[in-house]
């Protein structure tokens, strides 16, 4: 088996054909050229036997007959015109296939000895495959794209540090959707589909050692190769965190995913036991599969369990204490020498415990000198701070002068304090967030979403100092933050 | 003490004082006083001893020098003036007051003896009070804003049938602006503060006997007179749903709710108990109260527990599956013969059991013709839907086709069954979902919080049907909705 760093040539080809290029709109061999031309700036070849021309590019019968070397080819044709053309992807020293098509161990007996065959030939030639019955690759930094869904119904997301592999194509594309308009960037988004060749494993490691992704998520419902997950998961938590949403698992859920998928499900504990021995972050949902991996891309492990809420709102921090604790974090009480620096800085009215209570009738300075307070006390290990933009107090420098303190204090303590937001509230609300979140802190719409974030920062952290890997690991991303 | 119908005034008055009205932009008694003339259509008095005009209207030094009839003040002056315009207004004989003014029991004390002279002047004049230390009152139907943020950070919801009564009044005022972004309608909002009178069973029963209103949400973290509480809870929920989110479940939590509002929290398995046999519906999050009421509002309760899950991407119905199965519902295998009639409507590649999976190849009418199916199959209580918008062979009629069909089915059904959606996605989805809703099927985000919705239609259908008034309140909601 090739080793996972090998693929690089499905992330960043110099050249691409397109099998099943289309000149209709609508049809999957259209949309997927158009998606892939709209941004990929190496050599594209439209395959199609009966077209001279497809959007303004000269189309070849057969990917024997382009007069260039072809990296990686996308290839959606019928499934029983797949073989034929993979031998010729293999005569021709293509290196990856990407097989959108369907047709194969998903749909019974017949499929499956399709895809074995399909598999012998990428085998013969030492090629790799992505698919078959997958949405395939984007990339948004070198513009691949094998993706067939329109722009008008789907958002594209831009580069970021953040991968995510998906073995649901439909629901990869979703989540995708919804990263673009959440603001989330992507290094790259595979959707794996029967991984009759490349599977998870393979992938986690080839995203271990890309320079472009500091957090890898996935979404999985089955596994075939355990052992291989485990280690490949095992290789790289200690370098980068892993944040997984497995479904299927209850006994009717994975019942679901077996007809869904053609693949086994397996006991939920052995998946628990395995993620938790590796090191992997196990979320149960979508939202907080990214409000998990954003955090982790933007914040520090904390290195501790001790957690300080610095809130605007009595009711939010109450809220915020409550979720922190129910997931068996602390929110300590507060030192007399803390509480005493605290009430110097706050207002009278502040309540100068834990939570910190600045009141809604705080101003920034009492946020920013709180919240340095806090972080110099050696009390707490991580902060959830909820600033209540829309306070007449609180100005619209407020993220400025807070991030950047913390920035300032982060740079002078031996091991830098994460910090996570809360902003509850609309239109305004939402755009002062994304901007806190544009200069470093992860918003997140209420405390009981802050607080499981908080939870997998402290749950990497440990993780971290088990397997010794904290040190150089928090200074790696003090050099990527300039912390 | 009078009974909760006897708070008309406070939510449709005909005339309304602003004590401490301010003509200097951004002070509270400005922003109130602006905020007011925004929509109220009533007459509007500012009071001021030292400004001839504020606004546009005339001033006066005292609500006794106003030459009208006052059904409202709204009281925003420092605390130490507070009783002495109370007192004023019972020589007026005013109905409400709202006292936006801090500095009373929250304080200690000093706070606490002014805040029971305060009771004691709106006993004596047969006044009613809210507050104080609130943000009060907002009715967008009457145009009543006791609220004091502007509408530039402040987003305020139209009108629409869920009342959200909140202890905490920053969270309170973050939720509304919240709810504003998110398209949700709001009947009354209340925030009650110190609660010196009116307090939350209040509220509730005279939001019980309101018309405008279909559910009740209420945020609290303390009560004070719990039999009260579950007097008001036991007699509304056989008429309209009450989704409670308390805070200061913990240990921790609660010690912080004490330091913020100075009301005991008290244990928490005494609140669950009372809410539980009460017929309350608890949430623990902003999201799921919001997300549980908006169902409420839109469907009837379900009939039984047994769910059927209709999907385009089989991957959302394997986590719909987990979480429905998590919350101890069920999703029954379909009995032969309708698995028959789905199969007969659906794909050769769809999977007609449950969930019923049309695939990613799907088009409009195989999601009609199966969710008639399964309505008429009197084997299921509920359906989670999950359409999928973004994909080709779903087109932008699908809400319209899909919606008339189930209400074309509902109404003739002995039991109407009620459907809600899942939209995962972004810019495009979100429009679709949005428009889904405005046509009477709610739409969540995630399969997770579409099921945590589900659990709520079917406890309160059990509770319904344990008090006997189920098939009353369905008769009742069939005709609100259009059935």
Redesign the interface.
């Known amino acids: 088996m090739v080793c996972g760093s090998n693929l690089d040539f499905f992330f960043n080809p110099r050249s691409i054909a397109v099998i099943g290029a289309s000149a209709t709109p609508?049809k999957v061999g259209y949309e997927i050229l158009r998606n892939l031309l709209e941004r990929f700036r190496g050599r594209v070849y439209p395959i199609n036997p009966k077209a001279k021309e497809i959007l303004g590019l000269r189309a070849y019968p057969s990917v024997l007959d382009v007069p260039d070397d072809i990296d990686l080819a996308v290839i959606a044709v019928p499934a029983p015109e797949v073989l034929k053309v993979a031998e010729e992807c293999g005569i021709k020293g293509v290196k990856g296939l990407v097989v959108i098509s369907?047709g194969f161990k998903e749909?019974g007996p017949e499929g499956a000895e399709r895809e074995r065959k399909l598999v012998e030939i990428v085998r013969r030639y030492g090629m790799r495959l992505i698919g078959p019955n997958c949405v395939g690759v984007y990339v948004p930094k070198t513009g691949v794209n094998t993706l067939?869904?329109?722009r008008?119904?789907?958002?594209y997301p831009d580069h970021g540090p953040i991968a995510f592999i998906?073995?649901?194509?439909?629901?990869g594309?979703?989540?995708l959707?919804?990263?673009?308009?959440?603001g989330i960037g992507i290094s790259k988004f595979v959707s794996y589909g029967n991984r009759a060749d490349v599977d998870e494993a393979d992938l986690i490691e080839y995203l271990r050692d890309d320079p472009d992704t500091r957090v890898v998520t996935m979404?999985i419902?089955g596994v075939e190769d355990g052992r291989k997950l485990f280690r490949a998961l095992r290789s790289t938590t200690p370098v980068k965190p892993v944040v997984v949403f497995k479904?299927?698992?209850?006994?009717?859920?994975a019942r679901?995913?077996v007809?869904?998928?053609g693949a086994l499900a397996g006991r939920d504990e052995v998946y628990s036991a395995a993620f938790k021995q590796s090191g992997a972050i196990r979320v149960?949902?979508?939202?907080e599969l990214f409000d998990v991996a954003v955090a982790l891309s933007l914040q520090p492990p904390a290195p501790g369990d001790r957690v300080a809420?610095l809130t605007?709102?009595?009711?939010?921090?109450?809220?915020a204490?409550?979720a922190l604790?129910?997931l068996g974090l602390k929110?300590p009480r507060l030192s007399d020498v803390t509480v005493e620096k605290l009430r110097r800085v706050l207002l009278p009215?502040a309540?100068p415990?834990n939570?910190v209570?600045v009141t809604?009738s705080a101003r920034d300075e009492h946020l920013v000198e709180a919240v340095e307070i806090l972080m110099r006390s050696g009390e707490v290990d991580v902060i959830v701070w909820i600033p209540?933009?829309?306070?007449?107090g609180i100005s619209t420098e407020l993220n400025k002068k807070f991030i950047e303190r913390v920035r300032e204090v982060n740079r002078e303590l031996p091991i830098p304090i994460p910090v996570v937001g809360v902003a509850?509230?609309?239109?305004?609300?939402?755009k002062a967030a994304r901007e806190a979140e544009k200069m470093g802190i992860p918003m997140y719409?209420?405390p009981?979403r802050a607080a499981k974030v908080v939870h997998a920062l402290v749950v990497y952290g440990r993780w971290l100092r088990k397997v010794g890997t904290f040190t150089n690991y928090v200074e790696r991303f003090r050099k990527l933050i300039g912390y």
Chains 1, 2 share one sequence.
């Open positions: 609508g369907a749909i067939f869904l329109t008008e119904r789907q958002g998906s073995q649901s194509g439909a629901f594309v979703a989540v959707d919804w990263a673009t308009a959440r979404y419902e479904a299927g698992r209850t006994e009717i859920g679901a995913a007809s869904h998928t149960y949902g979508m939202e809420v605007v709102g009595g009711g939010s921090g109450v809220m204490t409550d604790i129910d929110v009215i309540s415990y939570p209570d809604g209540y933009y829309m306070v007449p509850t509230g609309g239109t305004y609300t939402a719409l209420s009981e």
